[in-house]
């Protein structure tokens, strides 16, 4: 693998920049850890220009993406939205993608394909979203990217992604979504509290060290024939991807294990 470049991306600026928003009770119970995520995708894949373009657009209306921690004078720590930008690396490696894959190498090291995570309680200053765009010789891409826990869950990470794909497919014609960044209503008590979930013994829960050993933790590389695939589509009674009705069948199983 060969670094080709190392850059930060600033949108246009937000009307929410210069804000520094303070973290919600559930912001601060969030785990202080980047979440890593990689996806592959086979040749013919966009270019890298296509996809830094799209991801200006992309990024815009999500300000605090842009953004960086800080500490304020009394040592808590809040969200400042200063669009510093998203940190972008670029790479070659020289390999065929379709031969990475199907050898199983991409399950079982992934680290080197986004970007060094930094240390909890030592991320102030940091990008809060990190991409690596690895272009394999074959021209397949591997995209590697890790965000803030407390920025951004995921399920807002997943509209990110989504966003981002749009932007780079529909090109001028995108229209930016309409996101939801009022990150204080999600945290407004109601009127008559009438707690209808048990989060003070789930996310308040002081744990000591890991739930399961770090050495009982192994990655498992599961490959699914075609035939499986078109099978498992086939009992869908509406149109689903084949990454949808995998995750499905892997999410039901895992549930009926308890695990």
């Known amino acids: 693998m060969e670094l080709t470049s190392s850059t930060i991306l600033k949108p246009v600026p937000h009307p929410l920049v210069g804000e520094k928003v303070p973290l919600t009770i559930f912001d601060r119970a969030a785990s202080d850890l980047f979440v890593p995520t990689v996806l592959a995708y086979l040749a013919p894949a966009p270019s890298n220009e296509a996809l830094k373009e799209g991801l200006l657009k992309a990024v815009a209306p999500y300000p605090h993406l842009a953004g960086r921690l800080a500490v304020d004078q009394l040592g808590r720590r809040f969200l400042h939205v200063n669009n510093e930008g998203v940190l972008l690396i670029e790479t070659t490696v020289p390999a065929n993608l379709a031969d990475v894959l199907v050898q199983g190498r991409i399950a079982t090291g992934v680290d080197h394909l986004y970007p060094t995570v930094p240390e909890p309680e030592e991320n102030n200053g940091d990008a809060l979203l990190q991409i690596q765009l690895n ?8 995209v590697g990217m890790c965000s803030h826990h407390r920025v951004a869950d995921g ?9 981002w ?34 989060h003070r013994s789930v996310e308040f829960t002081c744990r000591e060290g890991t739930v399961v050993p770090v050495e009982r933790i192994k990655n498992l590389t599961v490959h699914f024939t075609a035939e499986f695939v078109a099978n498992l ?13 995998l995750l499905a069948h892997v999410w039901k199983k895992m ?5």
């Open 155 to 163: 399920h807002s990470m997943s509209m990110f992604f989504t966003a």
């Open 135 to 142: 272009r394999y010789g074959c021209g397949g891409l591997v």
């Open 165 to 198: 794909a749009t932007a780079v497919r529909e090109g001028m014609d995108f229209i930016m979504p309409t996101a939801f960044l009022n990150r204080a209503e999600t945290a407004l008590p109601r009127s008559s509290p009438t707690p209808v979930f048990d």
């Open 233 to 245: 589509k086939a009992r869908v009674c509406a149109r689903c991807s084949t990454f949808q009705c």
């Open 255 to 259: 549930t009926r294990l308890g695990i």
